[in-house]
């Protein structure tokens, strides 16, 4: 992400990591160094405080209650669902249906929106950087309905082929499914110029955002997506809890896509009839406390701002990149012009697994593995990668002590 930091606020970074617990903790005699905030991020005070509020003073269930504690809850859940309409601008807080996380989303969109669409020798169309979590759920799709899986390519930069995108396009075309932001890349793929380009073509198009909203405003209505999903734990909040936004006028024409409370108008055994959305796709009791955490999460993003976040974060990028590039025998896998602040990386000889064993030695956290994009892992040639992906909460003293872990570890292994 491109940024001016003398032009956007500054963070106070000592106040911000007082904020966050887990920061303190000592990880075999080390302060912990956590650089795996792709995998999940870490929660702030606040959002604790929240989810122990709930269950200290309104635990209840909501929706239906006649009683105080059910409808206090049921306010603070219907609140936090406008708030999350607002975090994205959707057009009403009816477009915004509350899932387990970005996974659940897909799954939701690819059954109850793209199933119905789809005849044998139709189309689905992705990228070829896209998480399992965008890619399986369509697989399963394709194998029940005998559509085909078509694949956006990505150059050796990390960056798409956007040249590609157009002839991919075809009237066979029934969905396509972007990743905003890739998780093991950091590619930020324009997607406003990618779901243009696919709207012309008359093709819905759906966005996973998950890698996006912890590090850049999101506006689904200038976006003009058709749905875009999210996770909760991802962007500072709770497990567990996540977002499919989808345009009103599909989601009203949608069947659900599981059954039980919460989501019929009325039930008899002859037959049922369904809630409005978004209820129609919140079977059952919801993760209300989840609902909570999520709604202080946004709150603290929006009181630090996304200038001040990306200026901070894009400071950390360039610094991280650099430095690992003074170190002999690294390479850095995905170079987009455009990243978001991850930085995969592979060294001659030494193999990512055994690399994070010893970097967790001195306490730093990385990730290493495929990453949930064995794909992009072909593409490039590796098996796996070690993964430094980094928050707001980072800061250059900490890659600094990724670049020491490093070094011990060459030393050790060569």
């Known amino acids: 992400m491109t940024a001016n930091p003398s032009v956007t606020p500054h963070l106070d970074l000592e106040a911000i990591r007082a904020d966050f617990p887990i920061l303190s903790t000592m990880v075999k005699g080390h302060p912990l160094v956590y650089l795996d905030n792709a995998a999940t991020t870490q929660k702030p005070r606040q959002v604790i405080d929240a989810i122990v509020h709930y269950y200290e003073e309104q635990n209840a269930n909501v929706h239906r209650g006649v009683h105080q504690l059910s409808q206090i809850a049921t306010s603070m859940y219907e609140e936090g669902r406008k708030k999350v309409a607002r975090f994205i601008n959707a057009g009403t807080e009816r477009e915004v249906v509350f899932v387990k996380g970005c996974t659940e989303g897909i799954n939701l969109v690819a059954n109850s929106f793209a199933a119905p669409r789809l005849r044998e020798g139709d189309e689905i169309l992705i990228t070829a950087i896209e998480h399992h979590s965008n890619i399986v759920p369509w697989q399963l799709l394709c194998q029940r309905t005998g559509a085909k899986l078509h694949i956006v390519p990505v150059n050796d930069l990390g960056e798409l082929i956007l040249g590609e995108l157009d002839s991919l396009l075809t009237e066979r075309t029934k969905i396509a499914s972007f990743v905003h932001v890739s998780n093991s890349l950091g590619t930020v793929n324009p997607v406003r110029e990618m779901i243009a380009r696919a709207k012309a073509a008359g093709v819905p198009v759906v966005i996973d955002g998950a890698q996006a909203v912890p590090h850049l405003p999101v506006d689904v209505q200038d976006l003009d997506c058709d749905f875009y999903v999210f996770s909760g734990h991802k962007m500072f909040g709770p497990t ?43 079977a ?131």
């Open 240 to 282: 567990g809890i996540g977002v499919a936004y989808g345009k009103a006028e599909h989601l009203a024409a949608m069947s659900p896509w599981q059954g039980g409370g919460d989501m019929i108008e009325s039930v008899r055994f002859e037959g049922s009839t369904w809630a409005q959305p978004p209820a129609r796709f919140e």
């Open 284 to 414: 059952g009791t919801p993760n209300i406390e989840g609902v909570a955490g999520l709604s202080a999460a946004i709150d603290y993003i929006g009181a630090l701002g996304y200038e001040a976040i990306g200026a901070h974060e894009h400071d950390l990028l360039e610094y991280g990149t650099a430095e690992l590039e003074k170190i002999e025998g690294l390479r850095i896998i995905g170079q987009a012009g455009d990243k978001a602040s991850v930085i995969s990386f592979v060294l001659d000889d030494i193999h990512p697994h055994d690399l994070g064993t010893i970097v967790d030695e001195e306490g730093v956290a990385i990730r290493t593995g495929h990453h949930c994009t064995q794909p992009v892992m072909e593409r490039f040639g590796v098996p796996a990668t070690a993964r430094a992906s980094l928050a707001f909460y980072n800061t250059r003293a900490e890659i600094d002590a990724l670049v020491r872990a490093i070094e011990r570890a060459i030393s050790i292994f060569r």
